[in-house]
């Protein structure tokens, strides 16, 4: 047996003791109840149980536990669980600025969410972002207190050595071992040709630069990804049972005496109708897309949407569901030149795909292992090689947004004018992975080898919103991120895909590859990429602010202490509480704010 399903096999087990009660009959009592078993849901029952030994903690999770699935855990098969059982598989309703067209929006449903199923990039926003939470009225939320509650989190094994990363959490990370030949001249080329410097202190706060990022594996027992459940859970003492594949439809409240008191929460009940009653702490971690519509399902949010679905209104908080916000993406990719092997050959060469998983299942250095990340994070100035066509999509922006009163917008206009804060991700992505698929058996590009340039904007103005379907609550919730829906966003994509080729056309880079095989180079003019962003637009699937710490009156659903407005202990710790979006991806942060979450907890209830 290879050692890899040995540790899954025990760890198996031991997971599974800790669930051992996997039905929770109807008048069950706990202390805490978490309803969502994701990224931040395990990471802070895990807090919970080590910190509160005398207090019982259940966790609720629709999904199963899937820790045995190789699509989970072989990092070089990341992304292939994806629209799967492990994916709650929502999607947006048609975008009209997307020529109609509906998107899939992918959430990990499966015990550990989102931290199973995601592309595993480890990476934080710039320090100055972190800092805006603080500024609008998160007394304690900056980047300092956050800096200490990611590192809390993280095991960086390296190499190289990397300013600002934790060495004693559970969720391990590391540069990837395994880079293919082609990677060699991606820093080469930007640093030389752009003027961008290279750098290793991405985790310190200082974001912007060319760089290979951390991914989050662990290579200590085997070469596996390393996400809530394997590395939080094993942490958890006895107190602690995770009721999987069981869906919450409410939250219940006792009434307020008086008017001016607040509601308490007091149980949950599952769709089957069982009722689970909570003595201290109600606490939603369900993520940006479900935090928000069990609060309505509960009686919490917009007049408008609860009376639409015939829901009793207990507390109106106008921002719930509001302020949805994304990262949007745009692909163009390029064949390598012959002798040249992206992940590609996976697909094509079943002898060699087997050869290197049998090295992976071995521990040896495999194309299994997922190639290293190649990114680069930049500021207009950077993007545009002008400070005019910079300046102008400023003006641009200041032109959608300069006369809103929300936050958020005021902050973003702050961002553009702070070149430490980047407005662009671009990667060189390994392999193909553009919207029509890999060419057919029956095309002559079959058994060639690509990159893809991912280009995702950081910080764009268009907002939506998420809210329970009024014909069927308890169905899947109306998604409407409402891309592209201002000039600023659109301009960004143009200017950006031309950046990305300039740095295809760049030495040493262009050397090595063949030409651009999509869109191809009949995309040329502006018209023709506004036309190409929107019919090729998708997102990096990182939805968030629906349920924003915030001042009430500005919007907010949760004050500094992560308390829904209204009620006494009904608590949101997930993605959906950020109350100013940040640059490159989430997952550190998440594990961030679910780690201040259990020290405020465990502080007040110790």
Not at 12 to 18: A, E, H, M, S, Y
Not at 212 to 225: E, G, L, M, S
Request: charge should be neutral; include cysteine.
């Amino acid at each position: 047996m290879a050692p890899k399903l040995v540790t899954l096999i025990a760890l198996l087990g031991f997971l599974f003791c800790i669930a051992a009660a996997n039905t929770s009959p109807s008048g069950s009592i706990y202390d805490f109840i978490i309803v969502g078993g994701g990224t931040a849901g395990i990471a802070l029952a895990t807090r919970l149980s080590q910190g509160l030994r005398n207090s019982s903690i259940l966790v609720i999770e629709a999904g199963s536990f899937a820790l045995d699935e190789l699509g989970i855990n072989v990092p070089g098969r990341k992304g292939s669980t994806l629209g799967t059982k492990y994916d709650w598989n929502f999607t947006t309703v048609p975008q009209t600025h997307l020529n109609g067209r509906v998107l899939p929006v992918s959430r990990g449903k499966v015990v550990g969410g989102s931290s199973a199923i995601n592309l595993m990039v480890w990476d934080r926003g710039a320090a100055a972002e972190y800092n805006q939470w603080e500024e609008v009225g998160n007394t304690g939320w900056n980047w300092k207190s956050m800096l200490k509650a990611m590192t809390k989190s993280e095991n960086y094994t390296g190499p190289p050595p990397r300013p600002g990363a934790g060495k004693l959490g559970p969720v391990h990370s590391l540069v990837n071992r395994f880079q293919p030949a082609y990677q060699d001249a991606w820093i080469p080329t930007v640093t030389t040709s752009f003027g961008i410097r290279e750098n290793h202190d991405s985790l310190d706060g200082n974001l912007v630069g060319v760089t290979f990022q951390p991914t989050n594996i662990d290579a200590t027992t085997h070469y596996n990804r390393s996400y809530s459940a394997v590395s939080y859970l094993p942490l958890a003492k006895a107190n602690l049972q995770v009721l999987s594949e069981t869906s919450v439809a409410k939250i219940n409240f006792s009434a307020p005496k008086k008017p001016h008191l607040l509601h308490r929460a007091v149980s949950v009940t599952l769709t089957d109708g069982t009722t689970i009653s909570a003595r201290k702490e109600i606490i939603l971690s369900a993520g940006a897309i479900q935090t928000p519509n069990l609060l309505e399902l509960s009686g919490i949010g917009q007049h408008s949407v609860l009376e639409a679905a015939n829901i009793t209104h207990l507390i109106d908080l106008p921002g719930v569901g509001e302020n949805y916000q994304d990262h949007p993406r745009v692909q163009i990719s390029y064949q390598l030149k012959p002798g040249l092997l992206s992940g590609d050959i996976l697909r094509y060469n079943t002898t060699f795909a087997s050869e290197e998983f049998a090295k992976w299942t071995s521990s040896k250095k495999s194309w299994y292992d997922d190639r290293r990340g190649a990114f680069i994070f930049a500021n207009w100035d950077q993007v545009t090689g002008n400070k005019t066509t910079a300046k102008a999509l400023t003006a641009l922006a200041h032109t959608a947004v300069g006369s809103s009163p929300d936050i958020g917008h005021k902050k973003k206009l702050e961002q553009l004018a702070n070149p430490t804060i980047p407005q662009l991700e671009l990667i060189l992505g390994d392999g193909y992975t553009g919207r029509n698929g890999y060419p057919p058996p029956t095309s002559p590009r079959y058994g060639q080898n690509f990159v893809t340039f991912v280009i995702i904007l950081m910080h764009p103005l268009s907002r939506g919103s998420v809210h329970i379907n009024s014909t069927n609550p308890l169905g899947k919730p109306t998604i409407n991120p409402q891309f592209l829906d201002n000039e600023y966003d659109i301009q960004a994509f143009i200017e950006s895909a031309k950046f990305a080729r300039r740095v295809a056309a760049a030495e040493p880079l262009r050397s090595l590859l063949v030409e651009e095989y999509e869109p191809s180079e009949a995309v040329e003019t502006d018209a023709q990429w506004r036309e190409w962003v929107r019919e090729n637009l998708f997102t990096v699937c990182h939805p968030s602010g629906t349920a924003p710490m915030l001042p009430r009156g500005k919007g907010g659903v949760v004050d500094s202490e992560l308390v829904v407005y209204g009620t006494a202990n009904l608590r949101v710790v997930d993605w959906s509480v950020m109350p100013v979006q940040i640059s490159g991806h989430p997952q550190t942060a998440v594990y961030g704010v679910a780690e201040r979450a259990g020290e405020m907890i465990v502080q007040k209830w110790a």
